[in-house]
């Protein structure tokens, strides 16, 4: 039944739900961890209660890329979906590699030995066939710890590293023997320097004609300085020979007519003595063997023997070694020293006795300082004696010292007058000078044509020596007591005996007043002024007033801003004073050195802020002799170096330059000269330079009269330097000046070319 004109219809239902993710449509996870269900939402618009459901799965055991489906249909069969996404990753690799080290980790080999390199092992977590690197080196001809280092890296860039250690150590020598150069035994010390010629220009060859001996060397007389053949190391790897006394070696000559054997430390005072052929063993046919003290040295750095003879031409030496051998007892005077007086500790100063109390003792009793007397030590019925014995070398005024003031400290006996000595002279010896030396200056005793065969007190009072110096500014100061001299003239074998040296009689003490004046005259307060080890600085009266002993003392004004200067004042009897006047500095540069001519290419560098330094200098004030004292400053960022001229040093005060010592020589035989930039104060008139190898003669320049007042390029072509020199083994260059105490040299830009 239908009506006219009207019609109904419902509305159909034709949107399909949203469904919106809970949490990220993209995770991500590492193999092994757990996958939450996040879950999702369902909104639809018309039914409620909808919700989605899920397929796919995810496998967080196993790394890929998972997909999972969310699907949510309605009531009328709208049907939609979406989905996430879960990346399980690989877990990170964050272990590094393991090296594992072949053979030792720490080795120990002996100088000279071979360092074979063993390698290391590597295994990863996740990487194969990985390698280590090893970096460092081990030079086994130096005692000292290296250190190899082992790198590897993975794939995934984690680093690992291990150490082995490696140490070198000396040669150890087992039982009284080692051997240098011998027919029968190998070497037992590595020595870096073997048969070296000390520049000498010295030629020898180890395939003689003579083959008396297995291993021997035929040396022929040099034009050089001497005719030398030598043992050494550098000072970082000494042989310690303090367990040897005595050196052997074999010589066949009919030319030569002694040796000149020196033994050089790294600490002390190189030995040098001079013997005589005809002293030698006979051995036969042509050979004689000598035997030759050795001084007790832990560090000995070379062994040198020089052959003697103006006439010498030829000469064979074979089995170099030392040896220990039994000392014989030392012979002596008859009868012991006389005691000395009675005196109470307070009364004396004693060095050595055995029937006085000592206060000090002598550190070192036998200072090589030309051709020395060999030192031994003996008794009398218990009572000891030094004896000191002429050498073939020094037969004509050798030199020994007996040290006391350095290692124990400088020795007052400034309350005291008198030096004392008891001494034993042999028949023959002609002549005896001994010497007392203070750090301002030592004083004299000679004795010609002394009394011999009986034992003698030498009473000397300080008053009564003679200043080693003359009229010099050097003079003794017994408040700062370093050393005794003894020196000799007589034959080869003669000896004097020492016992009981002590210090003596009672002094005085005194007011010495220092006024001190400026360039006008005026007096300058605050100026420093020192005698012995007392310093004062003057007040304003210009005046330091001092309390000494009786006795010559050396006055020293040395205060910023002015000249050095210095005098000699005599305390004796009564008070005494002196005036001393100082001038102003003279003027150094004001402007940086120039800028140098030379590239780096062109340029081994010492010592500048334009250039690349290649060496650079390890100590700048090696005092040679009387030496300026180094300071560096800067003057617009240029480092200069400055040499100020000190007291004594104004007649040609020496000081070395070193760059070749402490890392060992540079080899410079490819440069042709040595350039630097040099300022000098007004009153400087002179400078000499030379240039040093290790060893031999060095390159000497001419004597400079340079400009003052400017900055000057100094010049040194090997081919104009005086003497010829090795300069394969460059060690240091010195600077030489003559000026006055307000005088200094500035240094900058120094290289080789």
């Avoid at 069969?77 to 979406?82: A, D, K, L, M, V």
């Avoid at 220009?201 to 035929?218: F, I, M, R, S, V």
């Avoid at 790897?237 to 005595?246: A, G």
């Avoid at 210090?503 to 005259?521: C, I, K, L, P, R």
């Amino acid at each position: 039944m239908s009506g006219c004109g009207g019609s109904s219809s419902v509305d159909e239902d034709t949107l399909a739900p949203s469904i919106t993710l809970l949490g990220s449509s993209a995770v991500t996870l590492t193999v092994g961890g757990t996958y939450q269900e996040s879950g999702t939402t369902v909104v639809d618009n018309v039914d409620n209660g909808l919700s989605a459901t899920v397929t796919g799965n995810v496998d967080t055991t196993t790394a890929g890329t998972y997909v999972l489906t969310y699907t949510a249909t309605d009531k009328s069969g709208n049907s939609s979906s979406t989905s996430r996404t879960v990346v399980v990753e690989s877990a990170p690799d964050t272990e590094a590699p393991v090296i594992t080290l072949i053979g030792d980790a720490v080795i120990t080999l002996t100088v000279g030995d071979n360092y074979n390199e063993q390698g290391a092992t590597v295994v990863d977590d996740v990487d194969t066939n990985l390698t280590a690197t090893a970096s460092g080196t081990v030079d086994t001809s130096v005692v000292g710890t290296y250190t190899i280092t082992y790198s590897a890296a993975d794939g995934a860039s984690n680093q690992a590293t291990l150490n082995r250690t490696i140490n070198v150590q000396p040669a150890v020598v087992v039982g009284n023997k080692a051997y240098l150069f011998h027919s029968e035994n190998d070497d037992s010390f590595y020595m870096e320097f073997w048969g070296d010629t000390w520049s000498t220009g010295t030629q020898y060859t180890d395939q003689p004609a003579d083959t008396t001996y297995d291993k021997a060397l035929e040396i022929t007389k040099s034009s050089g300085w001497g005719t030398v053949i030598a043992w050494g190391n550098l000072p970082q790897n000494t042989v310690d020979i303090s367990t040897y006394t005595h050196a052997k070696f074999k010589v066949k000559t009919a030319t030569f007519t002694g040796i000149d054997v020196v033994v050089q430390s790294a600490t002390q005072q190189q030995n040098q003595v001079v013997y005589n052929f005809s002293s030698g063993t006979d051995l036969g046919n042509g050979w004689i063997e000598m035997t030759v003290p050795l001084p007790n040295f832990s560090d000995m750095t070379w062994f040198s023997l020089n052959f003697l003879g103006g006439a010498g031409t030829n000469v064979l030496l074979a089995d170099v070694y030392f040896t220990t051998l039994a000392q014989a007892p030392v012979t002596g005077p008859s009868v012991a020293a006389p005691n000395p007086p009675s005196f109470t500790d307070s009364e004396v100063v004693v060095l050595y006795s055995d029937s006085l109390s000592q206060d000090s003792y002598v550190g070192v009793w036998n200072a090589n300082y030309y051709n020395a007397p060999v030192y031994s030590t003996g008794a009398v019925n218990g009572n000891n004696f030094a004896k000191y014995t002429i050498t073939a070398g020094g037969t004509n005024g050798g030199v020994t010292g007996l040290e006391f003031g350095f290692e124990n400290g400088e020795l007052d006996a400034s309350q005291n007058t008198t030096w004392n000595m008891d001494m034993f002279i042999e028949p023959g010896i002609t002549k005896v000078e001994v010497q007392l030396v203070s750090r301002d200056g030592g004083a004299k005793r000679t004795f010609n044509n002394p009394t011999t065969g009986s034992w003698l007190n030498l009473e000397m009072p300080y008053s009564e020596l003679v200043d080693n110096d003359g009229a010099g500014f050097d003079t003794l100061n017994s408040s700062i007591l370093q050393l005794i001299v003894i020196q000799l003239w007589g034959p080869e074998g003669k000896s004097v005996y020492v016992d009981n040296i002590y210090f003596s009689g009672v002094s005085t003490s005194y007011d010495m007043t220092v006024n001190v004046v400026n360039d006008n005259n005026a007096p300058l307060p605050n100026a420093a002024v020192k005698v012995g080890n007392a310093l004062v600085n003057t007040d304003a009266s210009g005046n330091a007033v001092f309390t000494v002993q009786e006795g010559n003392y050396k006055v020293v004004v040395d205060t910023d801003g002015f000249g050095a200067v210095q005098a000699n004042q005599l305390i004796a009897g009564g008070d005494a004073s002196l005036s001393l006047s100082v001038k102003s500095l003279n003027a150094g540069p004001s402007v940086a050195a120039p800028t140098p001519t030379a590239s780096n290419d062109e340029a081994f560098v010492l010592f500048s802020d334009t250039l690349t330094v290649d060496q650079p200098i390890s100590f700048w004030n090696d005092n040679f002799y009387k030496a300026p004292a180094f300071s560096q400053i800067s003057i617009a960022g240029d480092n200069i170096g400055k040499f100020q001229i000190t007291l004594g040093g104004e007649n040609g005060g020496i000081t070395g330059i070193q760059f070749g010592i402490q890392d060992g020589p540079v080899d410079l035989s490819n440069a042709t000269g040595l350039r630097f930039d040099m300022y000098l104060t007004s009153g400087i008139t002179q400078t000499q330079f030379q240039v040093i190898p290790s060893f031999g003669d060095s390159g000497v320049s001419n004597n400079f009269t340079l400009a003052t007042g400017q900055w000057v390029t100094v010049e040194l072509p090997f081919s104009e330097l005086n003497r010829t020199f090795d300069a394969s083994s460059l060690i240091m260059f010195s600077v030489q000046l003559w000026g006055t105490t307000r005088d200094a040299a500035y240094i900058d830009n120094i290289y080789f070319y």
